[in-house]
């Protein structure tokens, strides 16, 4: 059984003040998301997290219907450098390690985190998931595990368009799977 309020104070503690509670149900899974990865993407077969190095699309289907409770967290940010963005992200993304931490050991033993971005804990990935440098911090993003951000942002009334210019605003997002 989820406390939300509970769990709610430990994400402010940690100062994550804009999130949303979803239902699972509501996260769009969409096969064009894996397309995208594995055709155009610099991160394919570069990141121990992304494809092929993370499950198949039917594998994350079927994961996500495991869970009751999912929670959006939303992170806005511009940056004066492109490149600027990835200490942005690794930063928030340790953080909410620290998060998914705390709730597994309050008793949420499912609680698993899809980071921001693509996994850029370390400053150059193995490339290769049985060589992960750090394999207990590693984690998918959610386009790795075939969630359309797009749409599922937007049915939760979430700002998100594709940017022409990585110096325009973002917006980002980080899912964490509770149950
Ligand atoms: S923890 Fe390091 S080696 Fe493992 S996926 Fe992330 S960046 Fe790559």
Redesign the pocket.
């Known amino acids: 059984m989820v406390d939300r309020i509970k769990l709610e104070e430990k994400f402010l503690a940690h100062d994550f003040k804009d999130f949303k509670w979803i239902d699972p149900k509501n996260i769009v899974i969409s096969h064009w998301v894996r397309i995208k990865c594995m055709f155009g993407c610099n991160e394919y077969g570069n990141?121990?997290?992304?494809p092929p190095?993370a499950p198949s699309f039917y594998e994350c289907e079927k994961f996500f219907l495991e869970y009751r409770e999912a929670v959006i967290f939303h992170f806005e940010k511009q940056v004066p450098k492109p490149e600027d963005r990835f200490k942005w992200t690794r930063k928030i993304n340790l953080k909410l390690l620290k998060l998914e931490r705390e709730i597994f050991l309050s008793g949420h033993e499912k609680a698993f985190l899809l980071f921001m971005d693509?996994?850029?804990?370390?400053?150059?990935?193995?490339?290769?998931?049985e060589?992960?440098?750090?394999?207990k911090?590693?984690?998918p993003s959610p386009e790795a595990m075939c969630i359309d951000v797009y749409s599922t942002v937007r049915k939760h009334d979430y700002p998100i368009v594709v940017l022409s210019d990585y110096k325009k605003k973002m917006n980002r997002y980080a899912f964490l799977m509770i149950e």
């Open positions: 990141t121990a997290t992304c190095n693509s996994c850029n804990i370390c400053a150059e990935c193995s490339g290769i998931k060589k992960c440098k750090e394999p911090l590693a984690r």
